[in-house]
């Protein structure tokens, strides 16, 4: 089965520092991957996806990159803020039409004023 | 109701007694899924319902677990002879028809077992 490997697991910035993230994953015919942002004691919320046909998503100062090849995605945070302080979870998953997610174990960022 | 409701949102029981977990998904929502998260961990996945039956419960760790959607909306996920390891956080998710899917699923705010 799916396995999702992330890192780091904890990583601290300076507001308006960039943040990266990084998974892997291990099933080949995986082609759905979610970042999801938990908030303490929060219920996990999506804030970007990206499918296996695309390289590159962009959502204003958030950004994630796939490569299929090697089997890595990234999470990207730019000009960080306080309020992006969370754990942050990368997904996989084959969307064949239902979403079994298989997440890593998360990265808690600490942005600090 | 506007998301996805969870009850209740903490219980505490001891070592082998019966619980249940209750999950009322969003109004018009068909896959309901139900994930599990320990302390430091991402959600790791039970079961997923399409409409009233389970498309997939690969993730049930053993026959103490089991869950239910009778009629394709609420759903309860009932532990049996709880153990101190069944100890999370019990999150259900949903997310609409297939043919409308996003890829997002709106999860609750999870359900707190703890088993002394």
């Known amino acids: 089965g799916e396995n999702v490997e992330q890192h780091p697991s904890t990583l601290s910035v300076q507001e308006g520092d960039s943040a990266v993230i990084k998974c892997t994953y291990s099933d080949s015919a995986s082609n759905y991957f979610p970042w999801y942002k938990q908030e303490l004691g929060k219920r996990p919320q999506l804030i970007i996806d990206i499918r296996s046909n695309v390289g590159e998503k962009k959502d204003q100062r958030i950004a994630v990159t796939l490569n299929k090849t090697a089997k890595h995605f990234s999470l990207h945070i730019t000009e960080t803020q306080p309020e992006d302080s969370a754990v942050y979870f990368c997904a996989a998953s084959e969307s064949g039409g239902y979403n079994k997610l298989i997440f890593g174990a998360g990265t808690r960022l600490a942005v600090h004023p | 109701g506007a998301g996805v409701s969870q009850t209740p949102s903490n219980k505490v029981t001891e070592k082998g007694k019966y619980v249940e977990l209750r999950c009322d998904p969003i109004?018009?929502?068909?896959?309901l899924y139900w994930y599990r998260q320990s302390l430091g961990q991402g959600p790791e996945f039970l079961i997923y319902f399409q409409g009233t039956g389970a498309a997939d419960d690969s993730g049930l760790p053993n026959d103490r677990f089991f869950a239910v959607r009778p009629e394709g909306s609420v759903s309860t996920l009932k532990i049996q002879r709880t153990e101190r390891g069944d100890s999370a956080v019990y999150l259900c998710a949903s997310s609409p028809l297939r043919v409308k899917n996003t890829g997002e699923l709106f999860f609750g705010e999870g359900s707190r077992l703890t088993v002394l």
């Open positions: 109004s018009g929502h068909t896959a």
